[in-house]
């Protein structure tokens, strides 16, 4: 079974620095795409940051310049460094993986919630 845990979520004040952490387990394989959703109260999920396979990195403009993803192909784990945090980063962020056979799987969330 398929399996996507999320860490390193909590509350910091504006400014402040946050590394999710995502590791995959359940043996998958030749993951193509790792990713990070978030989802803030009655809003749509929406792509935070994506790494392909091949090296590729793509940003939300809210977040360029302030985020990096990262990831660790032998390891499956996918991480999210965040600084200069602001409130309106406050939300549930998801793992996301879509293998190379067009799989796609979700992480339960965790919160970021970024005080003024």
């Known amino acids: 079974q398929v399996q996507l845990v999320e860490s390193g979520g909590g509350l910091v004040q504006a400014g402040g620095s946050l590394r999710l952490s995502c590791v995959v387990s359940?043996?998958?394989?030749?993951?193509?795409?790792m990713a990070w959703y978030r989802q803030a109260p009655g809003n749509q999920r929406e792509l935070v940051a994506a790494?392909?396979?091949?090296?590729?990195?793509n940003y939300a403009d809210s977040v360029k310049g302030r985020f990096t993803i990262s990831r660790d192909n032998a390891k499956n784990t996918v991480w999210l460094q965040m600084n200069s945090l602001k409130p309106e980063d406050t939300a549930v962020y998801y793992c996301?993986?879509?293998?190379?056979?067009?799989?796609?799987?979700w992480g339960q969330g965790t919160q970021v919630t970024v005080s003024s």
């Open positions: 996301y993986i879509r293998t190379a056979w067009g799989r796609a799987y």
């Open positions: 359940g043996g998958v394989f030749s993951i193509n795409e």
């Open positions: 790494s392909t396979s091949g090296g590729s990195t």
